[in-house]
């Protein structure tokens, strides 16, 4: 599933080709996503000019000046850019948006498990949105506040800082590495952790997610780039998909707990 690097970088591909750009065309090929994709949206579209991308979370939102559009990439879904309206699509190929210019933004899902929502208010306050956490990136993010966001927390720190209403966007593969570069095993009470070590880990946090998004992310599976290359912070990884392999570090060989029926990886030496 692209994570918060993934969906940065995707917006970050298509940035420069939308904004300022008029929408000529939306062709949807396949309504039924996570969600029906809006009827009536082709028409509502066409002709409006893109003001700005931003994103919350894992949410791309494209600024259309009459509304918003609301883009997830759910399980499998990318993004791509390209030069030419006759480029053919697949079977996977669900919409298009197609620019003045010719360019075409096409999303893709074998999965079909993302989304492509419209709304006319403000994307703050939208249903999926306005519960959200903080941003791990902010610079308002810190240990502080992840301490009070946990206080009340028994689960484990995995599952905490996967859980979007305590910070957003921070998914399996980053979790994963972030503990291990804080010290702390993934089974670990959230709120037996000190203020101190919670620092540190918002700090592996920090690193983590930036040091993945110069990577280009993660391409596992079905993440592909904007321009249909792929990422390579998957060579980067300390803890993830090693189990029973050597930790870096240590030696200790990694071990893997599930929790939250997903799998947790961990060097019992590095990691207390």
């Known amino acids: 599933m692209p994570e918060l690097p993934e969906v940065e970088i995707t917006k970050q591909g298509i940035e420069p080709f939308l904004v300022g750009q008029s929408i000529k065309k939306f062709i949807v090929r396949n309504r039924k996503l996570r969600w029906p994709i809006p009827e009536k949206l082709e028409s509502t579209l066409a002709g409006l000019k893109v003001k700005s991308i931003d994103r919350r979370a894992k949410y791309i939102i494209i600024d259309c000046g009459a509304g918003w559009l609301l883009i997830h990439l ?36 074998p999965r079909k498990f993302g989304a492509l929502l419209w709304t006319r208010q403000n994307p703050t306050i939208h249903r999926l949105i306005k519960n959200l956490g903080p941003e791990p990136l902010d610079q308002d993010f810190d240990g502080n506040v992840l301490y009070q966001n946990l206080r ?69 599976r079905d993440f592909y780039l904007t321009d249909g290359s792929t990422g390579y912070f998957q060579h980067e990884y300390k803890v993830y998909g090693r189990d029973g392999e050597k930790c870096h570090i240590c030696d200790t060989p990694i071990k893997t707990v599930t929790l939250g029926q997903r799998s947790s990886f961990y060097c019992p030496t590095c990691q207390k």
Not at 75 to 95: F, I
Not at 152 to 158: A, E, H, N, Q, V
Not at 184 to 200: D, F, G, V, Y
């Open 74 to 109: 759910g399980m499998s879904g990318s993004l791509r850019v390209l030069n030419s309206p006759n480029d053919s699509a697949t079977k996977h190929d669900h919409y298009d948006i197609l620019l003045a210019n010719d360019t075409i933004i096409r999303y893709r899902d």
């Open 152 to 220: 009340t927390k028994s689960s484990s720190i995995k599952l905490q800082i996967m859980n979007n209403q305590v910070v957003t966007g921070v998914g399996n593969i980053y979790a994963n590495e972030s503990l291990f570069h804080a010290g702390i095993r993934p089974t670990r009470r959230a709120n037996s952790i000190s203020r101190e070590k919670l620092h540190i880990l918002v700090t592996a946090i920090k690193k983590t997610l930036t040091k993945a998004i110069q990577s280009g992310g993660s391409s596992l």
